[in-house]
């Protein structure tokens, strides 16, 4: 099966309905994929990137995702994690069939949840902290109880209608094979590149590609144009800066990718709805 094959097939093993995976890495590579089913992630350790349809953000310790089938998402560390740290997740799939509302009336509690999903659902809190508790609790349990705990967490999550809404818009198309390894390599260069004054042709030019295809791949798996990506990108790594180095507004704005200080300024309150040193003071 080819790579990218592979990050769109179903993670779940045959004859079952369900699937739970625990692991710890040194560094996630970036790699946006989608699976044919619904998928719960969570995050024990570490910190980096998120990407869920069309939003662009960050994930940290017992943030909770919830994705529905076919939505495309990436979770990736930029470097390998300092002083012997290590990422862990836990990831729950569950086959749509599972959740199905026509086989059982009482799943139609679930559906606001999973309508949501189409768009990407983060849960962060006390309640996300009991998900992973729950989730580590299915590995030593009976298949039958571990069923259990299935709807257990999906009703506690439905129940709660607390979860941030991720995505602005639904991807509803499906990723294919050659596509997909497309948008992964323009994706690539722009996570290694974004600090860079980066051209979208020189983009194209390094992917081998023509601009128009360069642009159709954004717009169409993010609803967004070459200069919008590249903007978030810089705007993220600003938020970073600000909330973990005592680098002076200037100094984050160049190290950030944007060239000049007005520039940053402007694209950060358009972002955030306040200034860059106002957002420092928030998350201080």
């Known amino acids: 099966m080819a790579h990218n094959e592979a990050l769109n097939a179903l993670p779940i093993p045959g004859g079952q309905s369900f699937h739970l995976t ?39 310790p017992e943030d909770l995702f919830v994705v529905a089938p076919q939505v495309p998402h990436a979770f990736a560390s930029e470097g390998f994690l300092p002083d012997g740290q290590v990422l862990e997740l836990r990831a729950l799939w569950l086959m749509p069939s599972l959740v199905d509302s026509q086989f059982a009336t009482e799943l139609t509690a679930l559906s606001p949840l999973l309508s949501r999903a189409r768009r990407g659902v983060r849960f962060r809190g006390p309640l996300s902290a009991e998900i992973g508790g729950l989730l580590l609790g299915m590995k030593t349990a009976a298949r039958l109880d571990a069923l259990g705990m299935v709807f257990s967490i999906l009703e506690r999550l439905a129940q709660a209608d607390l979860g941030e809404v991720l995505a602005e818009h639904e991807t509803s198309a499906r990723f294919r094979g050659e596509e997909m390894a497309r948008l992964d390599q323009v994706q690539s260069i722009l996570r290694k590149r974004y600090r860079e004054a980066i051209s979208l042709g020189q983009v194209a030019s390094e992917c081998q590609m023509s601009i128009s295809t360069v642009n159709h791949l954004l717009r169409k798996y993010s609803r967004k144009t070459f200069l919008q990506v590249l903007n978030d990108l810089r705007t993220e790594e600003a938020r970073r800066l600000l909330r973990n180095s005592a680098d002076d507004i200037t100094s984050i704005a160049y190290n950030a990718g944007f060239g000049s200080l007005a520039t940053f300024n402007r694209r950060f309150r358009g972002a955030e709805l306040m200034t860059p040193q106002e957002y420092r003071l928030k998350h201080q």
């Open 22 to 60: 625990h692991g710890y890495s040194a560094r996630w590579a970036y790699q946006v994929h989608a699976h044919p089913c619904y998928e719960l992630i969570w995050i024990g350790g570490g910190h980096g990137i998120s990407v869920v349809g069309d939003h662009q953000g960050t994930f940290a």
